[in-house]
């Protein structure tokens, strides 16, 4: 999808769509301050995700990483720019199909029950399968204690495992996670894992915004670093992630950068 701007290059744009699960060019947002001045949150922002990526999206809190993602899934519309998802412009039902989204937060109502909602959007998303794939996120999230209950009676850790198990229900080919193991306790987040890897393994694109980067070690294929809205980094996980260990490793990278 295009967003503002001008069309040209557009041909080249959709050539390079079609080769990646994920592509954004020249993404561009900016949220309205008072008095009318707009603060921007992200500056022509590039990235390209294949089969079989994982990317780790790291900042500091604000730097735009939410905002990225929430573009990238078709919940925001940015400024100008273009984005695809498998081809298809973000926010349209192909893309949507394609794509699973863990928001860092989501509000359901909190008099409903999980096993309800994660039964409904599986039943939204594929008429076959839906007591086979709840099941499987079930398992793997281990949430099977909590599905008779609602909503507005679980831990944030525990909303958290049903924010990532809706964005999985449906084996989707791209994978977008905010923050995803936080609040996550250790055989959790070591089932997850090792979920994640074998999806990689089967061609599957994955987009991980974390401040944290070793949430990455082991997992991510590539790292795009934000800062202030804009790209100061970007590369191969281990030539990014290189020598941080055992130092505040975000502060070095930043620092390293500057």
């Known amino acids: ?6 069309g040209g290059g557009r041909r080249f744009a959709t ?14 947002h900016a949220y309205r301050r008072i008095l009318g001045r707009a603060s921007p949150t992200l500056v022509n922002v590039d990235l390209e995700v294949g089969p079989g990526e994982c990317w780790g999206l790291v900042g500091p809190n604000g730097s735009g990483k ?16 273009m984005a695809s998802v498998s081809g298809a412009p973000v926010g349209s039902l192909r893309a949507r199909t394609a794509c699973g989204y863990a928001p860092e937060s ?5 008099g409903m029950r999980v096993q309800d909602a994660l039964g409904e959007l599986a039943a939204i998303s594929s008429v076959r399968g839906v007591l086979g794939r709840v099941e499987r996120v079930t398992e793997l999230l281990g949430l099977a204690d909590i599905l008779p209950r609602r909503f507005g009676t679980l831990s944030l850790g525990q ?9 999985l229900l449906d084996d989707p080919q791209m994978i977008l996670l905010d923050e995803a193991f936080s609040g996550l306790d250790s055989l959790v987040m070591h089932d997850l894992l090792e979920d994640l890897h074998l999806r990689l393994a089967g061609g ?6 974390t401040h944290r980067l070793e949430d990455l070690v082991g997992l991510a294929t590539h790292v795009l670093v ?7 980094r ?14 505040d490793s975000l502060a070095g990278l930043l620092e390293n950068h500057s």
Do not use: N
């Open 234 to 247: 970007c590369g191969l996980a281990e030539d990014i992630l290189d020598g941080l260990a055992g130092r």
């Open 226 to 232: 934000l800062q202030g809205g804009r790209v100061v």
């Open 15 to 28: 050539l390079i769509d079609l080769m990646s699960l994920l592509s954004a060019r020249k993404i561009t």
């Open 204 to 209: 599957v694109g994955i987009v991980l915004a």
């Open 106 to 110: 989501v509000h359901w109502p909190p």
């Open 159 to 167: 909303a958290r495992r049903v924010v990532i198990a809706q964005a």
């Open 1 to 6: 999808m295009e967003f503002g701007g001008q």
């Open 66 to 81: 939410s905002t990225l993602l929430r573009i990238l899934a078709g919940v925001t519309s940015p400024l100008s720019g």
